[in-house]
């Protein structure tokens, strides 16, 4: 069973802060990583896509970085914006199926 | 290009009842994965199917079925519906074989009384 796991559970910071959060899972078999935002009320959309040791990947004022070898990726939110709180998961593709981490919900207070 | 549609949006059903959960996928996907969403945690991987079959399943007693039409939408059946049954499920779409991200559905939140 792959286990993916992701912290903080969740995060309450103010305008402007910035913030990160971690997922964490098994180095062996690495494949890519996936992360997603989902807002209340919406569906999962794709953030980026993680797949190489060193990844560095950055929309707006989010970005996210990766380390296969010792298993975790990072998110970073740069000056946190109300409209950034949400969901954000981290998910494992594999033969098709994805196994997510039980997310980490941010809220972004004005 | 529609994305991703689930229906109903929201459902109540009760125990022992039988529920059936419709989704469409986004234009071009052929593959359809199924999820359910329990509070606080993330999806959990029900099945996927692919040209019309069943072809992976995740750890969900046999009550959880499935089917995929020839238009490639999907429907997930649960039968003999327990209290923890209650979640969102999701329905996601992609390409066969492709590890890119899945696209999601807006889920139907089922609740058992």
Aim: charged letters at 20%; one cysteine or more; a neutral charge.
């Amino acid at each position: 069973i792959l286990n993916v796991e992701q912290s903080p559970q969740s995060l309450h910071v103010q305008e402007g802060d910035s913030t990160n959060f971690t997922c964490s899972f098994p180095s062996s078999n690495f494949y890519a990583l996936h992360w997603y935002r989902w807002e209340t009320a919406k569906s999962p959309e794709a953030l980026f896509v993680m797949t190489l040791n060193g990844d560095e990947k950055k929309k707006g004022r989010i970005s996210a970085t990766l380390n296969t070898k010792e298993g975790y990726s990072y998110l970073y939110i740069k000056g946190s914006q109300p409209e950034d709180s949400a969901t954000y998961l981290c998910a494992l593709p594999g033969r098709g199926k994805s196994t997510f981490g039980d997310g980490t919900t941010l809220t972004v207070k004005p | 290009d529609a994305g991703v549609t689930q229906s109903p949006t929201h459902l109540i059903k009760t125990r022992g009842q039988q529920v059936t959960l419709r989704c469409s996928p986004k234009s071009g996907h052929d593959t359809v994965s199924w999820y359910q969403q329990a509070l606080g945690q993330g999806p959990q991987f029900i099945f996927q199917y692919y040209e019309e079959e069943e072809r992976q399943r995740g750890n969900f007693p046999d009550r959880f079925s499935g089917h995929q039409f020839p238009n490639y939408s999907s429907e997930l059946n649960v039968n003999a519906l327990l209290l923890g049954d209650s979640a969102l499920y999701l329905c996601a779409s992609s390409p066969q074989g492709s590890n890119q991200p899945q696209h999601f559905g807006d889920g139907t939140r089922l609740s058992i009384l």
